[in-house]
């Protein structure tokens, strides 16, 4: 239960960003959350909803891209979406994958209400 | 009032990352070998670096940063073997960030060997947070069961190595080593697998040689 400690940090660019860009207001915050990033976006949402309370997000919505794993083979170049996590290429067997997503837990934007 | 959409596209775990980079940084300049034990509670980690604390030879330094919730009991045990260690207490939290372990920077000596790492016990969380260290070991206890590897993803994925602690419950506890092997490189190929029992002292050597292998790779490294 570590999301509270991650929403902790999401303020802390949302009130930079705020700042930076003179915003009132945020209405949205947009993040990229992958299935291996080791966080559940439930709780990402509940933990939000308890530290906007008082902060320039008070009203803000909380949008959760979910973004599944995604890898691609070395040796026959198939690209796969998995769900369970077993790192071997469903097309030829081989163990020497990239992944090319799944991993992200990013910020991806904020639309704020600016003067 | 106007809406204004703003792309930001940064890491929520960015500035762990940044102090993260930095210690990793501090420490290889130094020559000094970092690595985080993760696992569940009551996996061994404690007794597995008591076991390594009196194998190491004398020439070989390590010292111990613990983190749990609550107490000082795991940073005592270490001092117990004439080892340097420090107790983090996070007060609730589930996980060690950089930041906690940055704070003890200006103690930690600068003529070390290893620093190891013990992250609060949570298979979950810890995965999350890169403290710095160059290598990540996971470790899984007998009694916790062959088939975790595949329910905490994040642990095994991230890791560097796995030690399969408390081999000598596998009669009773049913525990299926070349299951569990098979698993955890299932979902990570290029784990490498250590097979221990602290009590019985077995697969420690293994260890310890692949620590100091490590060592001195990062050494030629930054030669």
Redesign the interface.
């Known amino acids: 239960?570590?999301e509270l400690?991650?929403v902790a940090?999401?303020f802390?660019?949302l009130e930079e960003?705020a700042k930076e860009?003179k915003?009132?207001k945020i209405?949205t915050v947009k993040?990229k959350v992958g299935s291996?990033?080791?966080?559940i976006p439930e709780f990402l949402e509940t933990a939000f909803d308890i530290y906007k309370k008082e902060t320039i997000a008070s009203k803000a919505r909380l949008v959760v891209e979910k973004i599944p794993l995604k890898i691609q083979c070395q040796k026959c170049h198939t690209e796969t979406v998995k769900d369970?996590?077993?790192?071997?290429c469903n097309q030829c067997g081989s163990?020497e994958l990239k992944t090319l997503s799944g991993t992200?837990?990013?910020?991806?934007?904020?639309?704020?209400?600016?003067? | 009032m106007k809406k204004k959409e703003v792309l930001v596209l940064e890491e929520l775990l960015g500035s762990n990352k940044k102090i993260a980079s930095e210690i990793r940084k501090k420490l290889e300049d130094k020559g000094i070998l970092t690595i985080n034990f993760l696992s569940s509670p009551g996996a061994g980690k404690t007794t597995l670096l008591e076991k390594i604390a009196e194998t190491l030879k004398p020439d070989n330094k390590m010292a111990v940063i613990e983190g749990d919730i609550e107490t000082e009991r795991d940073a005592e045990r270490i001092r117990a073997k004439g080892i340097p260690a420090w107790q983090i207490l996070t007060g609730g939290a589930c996980h060690l960030e950089a930041k906690m372990v940055a704070k003890l920077f200006p103690e930690i000596p600068a003529d070390l060997d290893f620093l190891f790492i013990e992250n609060v016990g949570n298979l979950v969380c810890p995965a999350s947070y890169d403290l710095g260290e160059n290598l990540r070991c996971v470790l899984l206890s007998t009694p916790e069961g062959d088939d975790k590897p595949k329910k905490y993803p994040k642990a095994f994925t991230t890791s560097d190595c796995l030690i399969i602690t408390k081999t000598d419950l596998v009669p009773p506890v049913s525990f299926n080593l070349e299951h569990a092997q098979k698993e955890a490189l299932e979902i990570n190929p290029k784990l490498k697998i250590f097979i221990t029992s602290a009590l019985k002292g077995s697969g420690i050597d293994e260890l310890i040689e692949y620590f100091l292998s490590s060592l001195h790779q990062l050494r030629q490294e930054n030669a």
Do not use: P
Not at chain 1, 36 to 39: E, F, R, T
Not at chain 1, 104 to 115: A, D, G, H, N, R
């Open positions: 239960m570590h400690s991650i940090n999401l802390e660019i960003k860009k915003a009132k209405l993040l291996l990033s080791g966080v369970d996590f077993v790192f071997i163990r992200e837990l990013l910020l991806e934007k904020i639309e704020m209400e600016v003067s």
